[in-house]
């Protein structure tokens, strides 16, 4: 999976003309404010996703402009392929090899990333959110009908919300119709993550035990307040969520928010049985971070036969010499873009092209 050419037009401040990158590190270095997360960012866009930096659509969009696009040419599924999104009126469409897509998420699937930021270093000890996204985000790439799947629950659980919210006459024929349909995608969704938490659970560990020389031991447990997920089946899990919305339906009234559903859901990192949140130094906390996102590129391609693109944002600063190094070969012949300030982290890696970006130009610098 390679990135061979983008384009972008009114893009935030980027003004990227058919920049081409090479199949291994590109390195990209430039000083504040230049425009370097917004080219990971729009390469990041190139797959589907939302912005990882939870920016609107309608602000991608240059600052008195009323359109932006991202043209790419990518080697997907062992072809290359053209990826367009264009941005204007809030909305955005996308076509691919052309075609524009009904649903601008039908292109999830096509290209591959795994994105690497600070926003990553606070995995751990950041709230359960930051996990269920990262979760979520994951399975989203591995299986694109889980998009669909969550979609659906987060409309009927907003639905489910606004009439706890609204309805003080508890509308309860409604309110079941809704109880069972959450229900039944919860158990979904669950079936997925938990299949995911099994490949996530022996890639990090392996991972991890790499990166700490074999020293310690990592885990990672999906916590549901629905049921033990050791005894996990979609049915006993659609049941036992039914009976749990039921039960918690006054306080649900109460406080005009649903308290049970995979929404709630977390999971709880380990290294020697201590949980990393509560226990770990800073170089664990970094170290397990960085085994949950290696995992999740190491995973997309197994099941491809064919490794994601490696998007790593401003993180080279933030890693000893001991986990660059493992990171720079764990990602040996894959296509990586690297952010940094300057270009000491070179110094790390192998072969690749540098890049300068300056007021949201691109500009090759050389070979390394
Ligand atoms: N919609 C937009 N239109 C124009 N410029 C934008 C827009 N959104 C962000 N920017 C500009 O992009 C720059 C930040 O780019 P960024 O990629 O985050 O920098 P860095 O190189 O530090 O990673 C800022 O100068 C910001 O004003
Ligand atoms: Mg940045």
Not at 104 to 112: K, N
Not at 145 to 156: K, P, S, V
Request: charged share 30%; glycine share 6%.
């Amino acid at each position: 999976m390679r990135v061979l050419e983008i384009q972008t037009e009114n893009y935030r401040n980027l003004e990227v003309k058919k920049q081409t990158f090479c199949d291994g590190v590109n390195f990209i270095y430039g000083q504040n404010a230049q425009g370097k997360t917004n080219l990971i960012e729009s390469i990041w866009m190139l797959t589907g996703a939302r912005s990882f930096r939870g920016t609107k659509d309608a602000d991608l969009v240059r600052f008195g402009e009323d359109f932006a696009s991202i043209k790419a040419k990518v080697f997907a599924d062992d072809r290359e392929q053209e990826i367009k999104i264009n941005f204007a009126e809030g909305k955005r469409k996308a076509f691919l090899n052309d075609v524009p897509q009904r649903y601008p998420t039908e292109i999830i699937g096509t290209l591959r990333t795994v994105l690497f930021s600070p926003i990553h270093l606070s995995l751990i000890g950041g709230g359960p959110e930051k996990r269920r996204k990262f979760l979520d985000a994951a399975i989203c790439q591995l299986k694109p009908t889980y998009t669909a799947l969550l979609i659906r629950y987060n409309q009927t659980l907003r639905q489910r919300n606004s009439l706890l919210k609204n309805q003080p006459e508890k509308n309860l024929d409604f309110l079941e119709i809704l109880d069972t349909n959450l229900s039944r995608l919860a158990s979904k969704i669950m079936k997925n993550r938990l299949d995911y938490m099994v490949s996530l659970n022996a890639e990090a560990t392996k991972i991890y035990s790499e990166i700490s020389m074999d020293r310690e031991n990592f885990e990672i447990k999906y916590v549901s307040k629905i049921m033990k997920v050791s005894e996990f089946t979609e049915e006993k899990f659609e049941e036992s969520m039914l009976e749990k919305l039921k039960k918690s339906r006054e306080t649900d009234f109460k406080f005009g928010f649903t308290s049970f559903g995979p929404h709630k859901d977390d999971l709880e990192l380990y290294i020697d049985k201590k949980p990393v949140k509560n226990f770990g130094s800073q170089g664990q906390q970094r170290s397990a971070a960085l085994s949950l996102k290696l995992a999740e590129a190491e995973i997309l391609n197994k099941k491809f036969s064919d490794p994601p693109i490696v998007l790593l944002d401003d993180v080279m600063s933030e890693l000893d010499d001991l986990r660059k190094a493992y990171m720079v070969r764990k990602t040996k012949n894959w296509q990586v873009f690297i952010t940094g300030c300057d270009k000491t982290a070179l110094s790390m890696m192998k072969s690749g092209k540098a890049y300068e970006i300056s007021g949201g130009k691109v500009i090759y610098t050389e070979d390394f």
